[in-house]
């Protein structure tokens, strides 16, 4: 537990706003450390995780311990977590300039402690949501997060693309809204009775006509509950241009069907919902030559027809993995 009440960090006003600026707003955990060590007059200081096999050096200032080997080494363990493992602070420091308390160093570790495991979980939670977005991309699904005065907060790639096409939605005063003022009306009906219940509120959906391409994006809007909502994010858009189709990568057909080049290529097209003959044409291939690879790809995958083929790439893996390809409508 910390203890900012500890008389020895009077004397260090600015050491604590260090160590969580470096190490969690820069990720930089040397510079924590660097700090520490001038701070205490340290030639070297080791963060250290033990416990449960090797020891693992997370973050290290200073010559090695060989070269230090003369000087005064000081090791301050933190708690035994629930895995096993603590955290360790190892500083080598000349007798005449070791001036740190036990009390201090204990401090500094349970600091550096909350610092780690607060940068790890920020980090965990950038690589989840940088994953998710990257498959709503692959899916040609785009999000928008509203604060609770409906203003757009962020967005992903493919929204962006969406909304800045200017064809059925357009950001207005950091806003987004409809062109149509019918559809936009209720656009903004959906999200104010969505923000205005959102704890069990239900998701609306509807559609926004794109006149420039005489089609409709699909949108739904999403209420996050209020336990939640972080960074000010009170409901999402999730919108879908139901004319961007989706192929999947054929290196990861090839691999997942176990299908040849040609064959994989076909079968991402057809994917996309093209017949046989409007493949052969975009492959610039013969009808029986298309039909000849078809025929193998059904006894590869267990199937009998282009139907029950084009449900099992859609609903498999391969649209999920990198090298989704996304193509317009004609």
Do not use: W
Not at 3 to 20: E, K, M, V, W
Not at 109 to 126: F, K, P, Q
Not at 315 to 327: C, D, F, I, P
């Amino acid at each position: 537990m910390l203890d900012f009440q500890t008389s020895t960090l009077a004397i260090h006003p600015g050491l604590i706003d260090t160590i969580y600026r470096t190490t969690v707003d820069e990720g930089d955990l040397d510079a924590a450390l660097q700090a520490i060590a001038e701070t205490i007059g340290a030639r070297a200081v080791r963060l250290i995780r033990a416990g449960r096999g090797e020891d693992v050096v997370l973050g290290s200032v200073g010559p090695s311990m060989d070269e230090c080997a003369e000087m005064r080494r000081r090791r301050t363990d933190g708690s035994v977590l629930t895995d096993g493992r603590r955290l360790v602070l190892s500083t080598t420091t000349s007798t005449a300039s070791d001036t740190a308390s036990p009390e201090l160093l204990q401090s500094l570790l349970c600091h550096l402690d909350r610092a780690v495991a607060l940068a790890n979980r920020l980090s965990s939670a950038d690589m989840e949501r940088n994953i998710g977005s990257d498959l709503l991309e692959r899916l040609s699904v785009g999000t928008v997060f509203l604060d609770a005065e409906r203003n757009v907060v962020t967005m992903t790639g493919m929204a962006s693309t969406l909304i800045a096409a200017g064809d059925g939605l357009r950001l207005r005063g950091g806003m987004i809204s409809a062109l149509c003022g019918t559809e936009d009306r209720a656009l903004q009906s959906a999200i104010k009775a969505t923000l205005s219940h959102p704890e069990n509120g239900p998701s609306d959906v509807l559609r926004v006509h794109q006149p420039r391409c005489e089609r409709a994006l699909g949108i739904v809007v999403q209420p996050i509950a209020k336990s939640a909502q972080s960074g000010g994010i009170a409901c999402a858009l999730v919108i879908r241009d139901s004319e961007r189709t989706c192929a999947p990568g054929e290196a990861m057909l090839r691999k997942l069907f176990d299908l040849t080049p040609a064959e994989a290529t076909l079968t991402s097209i057809l994917s996309m919902g093209l017949t046989l003959d409007e493949a052969s044409a975009e492959l610039d291939i013969s009808r029986n030559t298309a039909r000849a690879h078809l025929r193998a790809i059904f006894s590869k995958c267990g199937i009998n027809r282009q139907t029950e083929l084009v449900r099992l790439v859609l609903t498999s893996v391969a649209m999920l993995g990198k090298g989704v390809e996304t193509r317009r409508a004609a």
